[in-house]
């Protein structure tokens, strides 16, 4: 039997709708700083397109932009500026930074609680010590369509392919939060499949197209597919695939995400919910 498809697009309307109701009972300003460095189309449009998506649930946006030769120091003094501006109630920064710039130092200086991307060492550290105040957004999205099938995650086996710090090794992490028994695939890994076959819940983040079979996948399995790959089709043009080969996989799994439509819109949603949040335990609404 084919397995049902997890629509990401439904599931993160759904939480938009959500973000949207809590936002106006919330009744005080919730407001993202977003720091863009270096003017591209696509981080411009990108950075555009998600400031329509904040004020089409009453989040006010504000977009901060500089030069791509700024310094590290100037950066970390404008952070530590929205850290301090109480009208800011979280702040995010786009990526990549240009090469001259220490991302990982950078975002350490935001403060820990209106970093919405929860990529501050601190929160990763509240997620391992089974108190997550704001996770990494993706990681999220993942747990949250992994629920939205009802299948038991506690007492579950869990393999998650990919190791990375703001996908792999937070899904992991919530993961083993929500009582499953997870293993961690890398690049050192022997035998992959060894691992995946016994699956009860496979995530897979890797950025490798097909990686995944159906020979790695155990019958009735929940596969959520983070890779997003463009691969060149006989005809030229380029089509959007994940590292699972869906086609092979579907027809073996039980739940299955497709790419896209599967994991990418609840970026945004997880985004926009943990700007919320931010907000919500600034004003003392929620337990931080």
């Known amino acids: 039997m084919p397995a049902r498809i997890i629509d ?16 106006v009972a919330l009744g005080k300003p919730v407001k993202l700083a977003a720091v863009l460095v270096g ?33 590290q120091r100037h950066l970390k003094q404008q952070i530590r500026v929205l850290n301090t501006d109480p ?47 704001i996770a990494p957004c993706t990681a999220l999205g993942v747990i949250e369509l992994i629920e939205s099938t009802g299948i038991p995650i506690k007492g579950a086996e869990a393999v998650v392919v990919g190791a990375s710090q703001i996908v792999g090794k937070p899904v992991a992490l919530l993961l083993t939060e929500r009582m499953a028994t997870v293993t961690v695939c890398h690049i050192e890994t022997r035998d992959v ?17 097909g990686l995944i079979g159906a020979e790695h996948v155990r019958d009735g399995a929940t596969v959520i597919d983070v890779g997003i790959n463009r691969v060149e089709q006989p005809d030229g043009t380029k089509k959007t695939v994940g ?13 299955i995400t497709p790419v896209p439509g599967g994991v990418g819109p609840m970026t945004v949603a997880m985004l926009v919910k943990n700007t919320l949040r931010s907000a919500e335990i600034l004003y003392g609404v929620t337990k931080g």
């Not at 710039?101 to 403060?111: G, H, S």
């Not at 869906?246 to 799994?253: E, L, N, R, S």
């Open 8 to 23: 990401g697009v439904a599931i993160s309307i759904r939480i938009k709708d959500e973000v949207k109701a809590r936002v």
């Open 39 to 71: 003017a591209t189309s696509a981080g411009e449009l990108y950075a555009l397109r998600q400031g329509e998506a904040c004020r089409a649930l009453g989040i006010e946006y504000q977009l901060l932009t500089f030069p791509a030769d700024v310094t």
């Open 87 to 133: 009208s800011v109630t979280g702040i995010m920064m786009h990526l990549p930074l240009p090469q001259h710039l220490d991302a990982p130092r950078l975002q350490y200086e935001i403060d820990v609680v209106k970093d919405v991307e929860g990529v501050n060492p601190a929160n990763i550290g509240y997620v391992t010590y089974g108190h997550t105040l």
């Open 193 to 209: 499949k060894a691992h995946t076959q016994r699956a009860d819940i496979l995530v897979v983040a890797v950025g490798k197209a």
């Open 243 to 255: 590292d699972v080969d869906f086609d092979a996989v579907k027809d073996k799994a039980a739940f």
